[in-house]
């Protein structure tokens, strides 16, 4: 994101976020354009010379015009639900470059992708084959569809997050492939065209990706070999983004790393080229985080100070309810002042207001000495940030802002209390 301090004021693009704050409240989710629309050509660029198709996976962030700055931008879309399928054809993107995945499909959202032509099912099981193939024979449609298998691949980031092992419930089986992809050919109105993999998120490293290009090369000739005109290979998304130590600067506690950075996405993708590029096959990726996650931040207001026994806490008017992630999987977000002001530290908890000991979006975290009423930025909350937003303890939903150089357009309002209780 192009976040910087000027004059010891944080700004996003040419925006004081402290103009924000006290336009529209907290907390605000801010989001930087040019940010996103750099990440997704730089996920672009990477595969250019070989037919491909970047989809943008919408769970990490579908407010609307995110959605409709990416279109316009050429990117395909990831959708796992009728929801995300309605808003990506609102948004703009053309039906034939969506894919539809999810381990978990009713046949109402196989109906919706059918009926708008989408260009091809991510099938997770033989009876999602079986209830497909139905479903298109009642429609008169041919669905196309890839298949997403398992390769039992250990990625190294979170458990809750990472998805290729055998004991996890997405994909099928790599020792069962050969036998999904037989019956996939025999069933009516189904059109195999491809092979799926997604290893997992937030993964750092290009081995893993290596790892999966391998498998996915030698499904594509097994399958040949076997008479299927496999022409579709679609290799995930799951491109690590950097939460600590996003943004460096003299008066900011240097972050301690447990691991090397995350490499970038086009060293990641690069990992899988050697192999793909060789297939004949069209390349399809689905990256999320890496598009949005550092586009994003989440503006809090410390409500109060308070210290119990040991330890202090920030109490924040941002809650679990508000950016899930530390509460879900401990995630590290990077937490700045949006005035930076002193140089003195304290070692603080900083925690929401809901009725949770789980709220909290940073524990034992070093900081620049913070006052009340002063504002953080939380860092790195564009992914799977908004979109994991909930009412719980009938909160509200806070508002999200889009900022483009010194222009800033409210991309959705805060959820009023009559809204609430309507
Ligand atoms: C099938 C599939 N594709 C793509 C993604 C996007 O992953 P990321 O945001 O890590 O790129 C996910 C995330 O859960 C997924 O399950």
């Not at 579709?232 to 790393?257: I, T």
């Not at 920030?314 to 002001?341: F, K, T």
Request: with cysteine.
């Amino acid at each position: 994101m192009k976040l910087e301090y000027r004059n010891n004021e944080l700004h996003c693009e040419d925006v004081p976020l402290s103009e924000l704050f006290l336009e529209f409240g907290t907390p605000l989710y801010v989001y930087s354009r040019s940010a996103f629309l750099e990440n997704f050509r730089a996920i672009d660029h990477a595969l250019h010379g070989i037919e491909h198709v970047t989809c943008y996976a919408l769970k990490a962030n579908s407010n609307l015009h995110i959605l409709k700055a990416l279109a316009e931008e050429g990117a395909g879309a990831d959708v796992v639900s009728a929801g995300e399928l309605l808003l990506a054809l609102k948004a703009g993107f053309s039906p034939e470059r969506i894919v539809f995945a999810g381990v978990g499909k009713r046949e109402d959202e196989m109906e919706l992708g059918l009926k708008e032509e989408i260009h091809c099912f991510n099938v997770e099981s033989i009876p999602e084959l079986q209830l497909l193939s139905l479903v298109a024979m009642r429609l008169q449609k041919r669905a196309r569809v890839a298949l997403r298998i398992n390769p039992d691949i250990r990625a190294g980031s979170h458990p809750y997050i990472s998805t290729g092992l055998n004991d996890h419930k997405f994909g099928i089986p790599a020792a069962q492939a050969a036998e999904a992809f037989r019956t996939a050919a025999s069933l009516p109105n189904l059109e195999v065209c491809g092979v799926h993999v997604h290893i997992g998120s937030q993964i750092t490293r290009p081995e893993p990706f290596a790892e999966a290009a391998d498998i996915v090369a030698s499904l594509v000739r097994s399958q040949r070999a076997a008479g299927l005109p496999i022409t579709h290979v679609d290799v995930g998304g799951g491109f690590g983004v950097r939460y600590k130590n996003a943004l460096r600067q003299e008066g900011l506690p240097e972050e301690d790393e447990d691991s090397a950075p995350p490499s970038a996405p086009a060293e990641l993708i690069g990992a899988m080229l050697p192999v793909l590029k060789d297939l004949g096959c069209t390349v399809w990726l689905e990256p999320g985080r890496a598009i949005v996650a550092d586009a994003g931040l989440l503006l809090t207001k410390v409500l109060y100070r308070k210290e119990n026994g040991a330890k202090r806490f920030l109490i924040v008017d941002a809650g679990m309810n508000d950016l899930l992630r530390p509460s879900l999987y401990q995630a590290y977000h990077q937490i700045v002042p949006v005035r930076l002001e002193t140089m003195e530290r304290e070692t603080v908890d900083v925690v929401g207001p809901v009725c949770e000991t789980g709220d909290f979006l940073a524990r034992d975290r070093v900081m620049p000495r913070i006052k009340q009423n002063d504002v953080l930025a939380v860092l790195t909350a564009g992914a799977y940030g908004f979109v994991n937003v909930s009412n719980y303890n009938s909160r509200l939903r806070p508002a999200e802002v889009l900022v483009n150089g010194d222009r800033v357009r409210v991309i959705r309002p805060r959820q009023t209390l009559e809204e609430l209780v309507s």
